[in-house]
């Protein structure tokens, strides 16, 4: 095996185990800083030794051992050696146990997994710093890919993930997973930062490509690995299912040259079937779950229900918008958001004509979260072209675009708004004598 050969090894194991070998050393040394650093020198032993030696049996294994060892160095330069040597002795007894059913020794890494998903989601970090620490505790991104995936410098980002830690420090977050009365809240936010993990990938805010699918995949794998961890909870399925229904049209969202293809023009033999029956079978188990539970679908799960409806129509003429409509419905009494209720424009639309769509458009024309919010007058443009009302509508496409700070979307939207404002002209250089 080559040195490069052998780096990409280190990489990807990295990228599999880190959560594992970090959540082990945040158990043992009980700080999320120096738990990092200690699985970053294991990182660089493993970078001058695998070369040499080859890659062990067990990476994630050979990464912990080295990290505590790092623990046992320090300790030894500290007085509080002998009760850290104690405290060690108890954990690699509990995780090492010869004889030990290796469902066990599962169970307990996978513990320290969820522990460590539930600490870099904590309500004292604010939502970026909550993304990052994700991105970099659980997903072992480097702090420069991270960087490249928001368009920020690196800096800003190693900058908000020492706050981060600072804070998690400052605040004495327990590695612990939350007990039953704070369990659902801080659940939610888990599954708010994959899911804006995933909606940064899918529909950038800002920069020159309009999708980022690294960070789509990424916070997939995020999300299949916490339903693995807490099998039980039907939103967490539910966020798995919407993210791999949405997923699947990711192929077909582009053109070749990275333009965007609107749903109505989206070739749908291009989108991914085996992740359309992945999302429909995580959505049963949601539902399944729900049902035992005694209680409806959640927001994610609702989301799901919706994005099957357009994973299984053979085109957008054969789309059930009544039942979309309905889903929006349930969906604004569960959780109330004037996004939904644009969407829910859209889809009125749909089934009912443009006017019963602009009318609820209208409405939320003086919502203060949708003030610079593009897409409010982008499906208010398209609601007026279909209504004949051109010159209105090109204005509201420029507005649009004026409202989004992603380079392509932009570009769409300008090309609309000029297309339009190309056929008024047309028709009153017609209707002039």
Not at 315 to 340: C, F, H, K, M, N
Not at 354 to 375: C, K, M, N, Q
């Amino acid at each position: 095996m080559t040195a490069s050969t052998t780096h990409g090894a280190v990489e990807a194991v990295w990228r599999i185990e880190s959560a594992r070998v970090v959540g082990a050393l945040v158990r043992l040394v009980g700080d999320v800083a120096l738990a990092e650093d200690l699985a970053q020198d294991a990182l660089v032993a493993a970078l001058e030794q695998w070369p040499r030696d080859g890659v062990p049996k067990n990476p994630g294994a050979w990464l912990t051992a080295i990290a505590k060892r790092r623990a046992i160095d320090a300790w030894r330069r500290q007085d509080t050696l002998d009760a850290k040597y104690a405290e060690l002795a108890n954990t690699l007894e509990r995780d090492e146990r010869p004889g030990e059913p290796e469902q066990a020794l599962a169970r307990v890494i996978d513990d320290d997994v969820l522990r460590l998903v539930f600490v870099a989601c904590h309500p004292v970090l604010p939502k970026p710093a909550r993304v990052a620490l994700t991105l970099k505790l659980v997903g072992g991104l480097s702090t420069e890919e991270i960087a490249r995936a928001f368009l920020v410098p690196t800096s800003t980002i190693a900058q908000r993930i020492v706050r981060a830690k600072r804070a998690l420090s400052a605040a004495s977050v327990r590695f612990e997973v939350p007990d039953h009365t704070e369990f659902a809240a801080r659940l939610s936010s888990v599954l708010e930062v994959i899911y804006l993990i995933f909606n940064e990938g899918y529909s950038a805010t800002s920069g020159d490509d309009w999708m980022r699918p690294a960070l789509c995949d990424e916070a997939l794998r995020l999300g299949r690995v916490l339903a693995g961890l807490v099998p039980r909870e039907p939103e967490a399925h539910g966020l798995v299912a919407l993210m791999e229904l949405q997923a699947s049209r990711i192929g077909a969202r582009t053109t070749a040259g990275g333009e965007p293809i609107l749903l109505a023009d989206q070739d749908r033999t291009r989108w991914n079937r085996l992740l359309i029956g992945r999302g429909l079978a995580a959505l049963a188990r949601a539902d399944a779950l729900e049902t035992a539970l005694g209680q409806g679908r959640g927001p994610y799960a609702l989301q799901a229900a919706l994005a099957t409806c357009h994973a299984t129509a053979p085109s957008i003429d054969e789309t059930d918008w009544a039942l979309i409509v309905r889903l929006y419905e349930q969906l604004g009494r569960v959780a109330p958001s004037p996004v939904i209720e644009l969407n829910r424009a859209v889809a009125v639309a749909m089934a009912h004509g443009p006017a019963a769509g602009l009318e609820i458009v209208d409405a939320l024309r003086e919502h203060s979260a949708l003030r610079r919010y593009h897409l409010l007058p982008a499906v208010r443009g398209d609601l007026l072209t279909k209504l004949g009302r051109t010159t209105e509508a090109s204005a509201e496409l420029e507005r649009a675009a004026e409202f989004t700070d992603n380079e392509r979307e932009r570009a769409l939207l300008l090309a609309r708004a000029a297309q339009l404002a190309g056929s008024t002209e047309l028709a009153g250089g017609r209707m002039t004598p």
